[in-house]
T-cell receptor, first 113, second 113 residues
Framework: GENVEQHPSTLSVQEGDSAVIKCTYS??????FPWYKQELGKGPQLIID?????GEKKDQRIAVTLNKTAKHFSLHITETQPEDSAVYFC????????????FGTGTRLQVFP | EPEVTQTPSHQVTQMGQEVILRCVPI?????FYWYRQILGQKVEFLVS????????KSEIFDDQFSVERPDGSNFTLKIRSTKLEDSAMYFC???????????FGPGTRLTVL
């Protein structure tokens, strides 16, 4: 079945710097890749997603890239702010016959003022 | 903005007891999901539900688990005889499936003693 690996597990940056989180997936049939932000005590919040027919997507300070050949996708946050501090999860939807999400292990991002 | 809601926020129960976790999905969504997150671990898929029946379930979702949509707004997860290892955050999610986006509720923390 699908397996999603995520790195790094923790990431500390200075406010204003960029942060990059990387994920790899195993199932080449995976076609949908969302990113979720989880703040303490809350549920995962969808922040951006990308589909397998697109290589890059941007929404203000966040962007996601997808390399289907290498089976990896990345989240880029520019001009980080303290409120970006949270746990970020990548996920993959393994194929057209399912809508379950397989999650990565999460990255705890800390942005220091 | 419409959101998924869940009750209770925290449930404490004795091993062997039955629990029912409740969710109110986003009103125009037709696809519903339960996921769980054991403390410090990744979010794991349990079950998906559409048109009053289970679409897909994981190996975690054994005979002790059941789901139901008892009326037009609620979606429930029942654990018949809880075990210590059922202690986790349980998240409900819903989707309109048109664009694959799944929106998560704030979760119910289940503690089995």
């Amino acid at each position: 079945g699908e397996n999603v690996e995520q790195h790094p597990s923790t990431l500390s940056v200075q406010e204003g710097d960029s942060a990059v989180i990387k994920c790899t997936y195993s199932d080449s049939a995976s076609n949908y890749f969302p990113w979720y932000k989880q703040e303490l005590g809350k549920g995962p919040q969808l922040i951006i997603d990308i589909r397998s027919n697109v290589g890059e997507k941007k929404d203000q300070r966040i962007a996601v890239t997808l390399n289907k050949t290498a089976k990896h996708f990345s989240l880029h946050i520019t001009e980080t702010q303290p409120e970006d501090s949270a746990v970020y999860f990548c996920a993959a939807m393994p194929g057209v016959d399912t809508d379950k999400l397989i999650f990565g292990t999460g990255t705890r991002l800390q942005v220091f003022p | 903005e419409p959101e998924v809601t869940q009750t209770p926020s925290h449930q404490v129960t004795q091993m062997g007891q039955e629990v029912i976790l409740r969710c109110v999905p986003i009103s125009n969504h037709l696809y519903f999901y339960w996921y769980r997150q054991i403390l410090g671990q990744k979010v794991e898929f349990l079950v998906s539900f559409y048109n009053n029946e289970i679409s897909e379930k994981s190996e975690i979702f054994d005979d002790q688990f059941s789901v139901e949509r008892p009326d037009g707004s609620n979606f429930t997860l029942k654990i018949r005889s809880t075990k210590l290892e059922d202690s986790a955050m349980y998240f409900c999610a819903s989707s309109n499936r048109l664009d694959n986006e799944q929106f998560f509720g704030p979760g119910t923390r289940l503690t089995v003693l």
